[in-house]
């Protein structure tokens, strides 16, 4: 049973939870731990940190403390490249062992915390992160929980795990950069340094640049050949409007045994276009590349590197938060 008593009569009794404190030194954190034993010379501190009256005794049948509650699903609720903290204050917060996509079971994670006392939080599905990121964090509200509660979440943790990284893959790329007008010289390329940037954020072997009339019949011919040499990623810029004489989108659906999309809700960034040929990947990139410094480019180019099945329905999910 629990019980409020002052902080006075709780002298050799354990502590329910554990205690946080902020201090005017700037110290944030655990004062006191879950267990700790209360001596004569932790009154002032604890009263110091706002504790006159303190929670003892234990839990009854059918209850379960913060700690457990979150303990008994935490590594549940990861998959692949993610580390546990330790339990603090009743919470977990989860980072990142590699370099790669964030990705959530966004069903699972809404199902969780409808379940009541739970609350798990996290970052954006399918941003890229690095060793060590935080990615979420999760807790229960109240400093204990009822039993069918922590039944519940283990049993919609059965269909897997909510949150998982998937480490960047080294690619084989080769680029076609296409457009009149460059291949004869009549202006300077200003794709090339924009790939260059791109590309060095990943583990990539870049197979070579290839400059192109605009040339349908060539398109498809050079992509051949980079599919020859083993691909995973063949990147075509230029010609990806919807002019008349814009013809790299109708190579690429040539070249793709499965067209996906061309143009998608984002802005800067509407041409994005995206095929597979068996397990390469063929991406137009969009001309806003070339002088923004973000595009829908820079949100899907991570999720090929690391090896995500890319689906039409993907794409369109980007139209809430798509006006970057």
């Known amino acids: 049973m629990i019980k409020k008593i002052r902080v006075e009569d709780a002298i050799g009794l354990p502590l329910l939870?554990?205690?946080?404190?902020?201090?005017?030194?700037?110290?944030?954190?655990?004062?006191?731990?879950?267990?700790h034993i209360v001596r004569e010379e932790d009154i002032d501190e604890l009263k110091n940190i706002g504790k006159d009256h303190i929670y003892v005794?234990?839990?009854?049948?059918?209850?379960?403390?913060?700690?457990?509650?979150?303990?008994?699903?935490?590594?549940?609720?990861?998959?692949?490249?993610i580390?546990?903290?330790?339990i603090s204050e009743g919470k977990i917060t989860l980072t990142s062992k590699v370099r790669g996509v964030f990705v959530i079971n966004r069903k699972l994670l809404r199902a969780i915390n409808e379940i009541g006392d739970y609350t798990i939080s996290s970052k954006r599905s399918y941003i890229s992160v690095n060793p060590d990121d935080k990615l979420a964090g999760g807790r229960i509200v109240p400093l204990w929980t009822e039993r069918w509660q922590v039944e519940k979440a283990k049993e919609i943790l059965k269909e897997g795990p909510v949150f998982e990284v998937k480490e960047f893959k080294k690619l084989k790329v080769g680029c076609i950069i296409t457009g009149d007008e460059v291949y004869y010289g009549r202006i300077k390329d200003a794709f090339k340094p924009v790939l260059e940037?791109?590309?060095?954020?990943?583990?990539?072997?870049?197979?070579?640049y290839t400059f192109l009339p605009d040339d349908e019949e060539k398109l498809v011919e050079t992509y051949k050949t980079y599919k020859k040499m083993g691909a995973d990623l063949v990147i075509f810029t230029g010609g990806m409007s919807v002019d008349p004489d814009d013809i790299t989108p109708s190579a690429i659906r040539r070249a793709g045994s499965e067209f996906i999309i061309q143009?998608?809700?984002?802005?800067?960034?509407?041409?994005?276009?995206?095929?597979?040929?068996?397990?390469t990947y063929l991406m137009g990139v969009p001309g806003a590349s070339i002088h923004c410094k973000i595009t829908s480019f820079d949100y899907f180019l991570p999720?090929?590197?690391?090896?995500?099945d890319l689906k039409k329905e993907d794409f369109l999910e980007m139209a809430e938060g798509g006006l970057l």
Not at 17 to 35: L, Q, Y
Not at 303 to 308: K, N, S, Y
């Open 197 to 208: 940037e791109k590309l060095s954020n990943f583990p990539s072997e870049l197979l070579a």
């Open 17 to 35: 939870h554990d205690f946080t404190a902020i201090m005017t030194d700037g110290f944030k954190g655990v004062k006191f731990k879950r267990d």
């Open 83 to 86: 580390n546990i903290s330790d």
């Open 303 to 308: 999720r090929v590197f690391a090896g995500l």
């Open 57 to 81: 005794g234990e839990l009854e049948k059918g209850q379960v403390h913060e700690v457990d509650a979150i303990d008994e699903i935490s590594s549940l609720l990861v998959g692949e490249n």
């Open 263 to 279: 143009g998608i809700p984002m802005q800067p960034g509407n041409m994005l276009t995206l095929a597979r040929d068996g397990k």
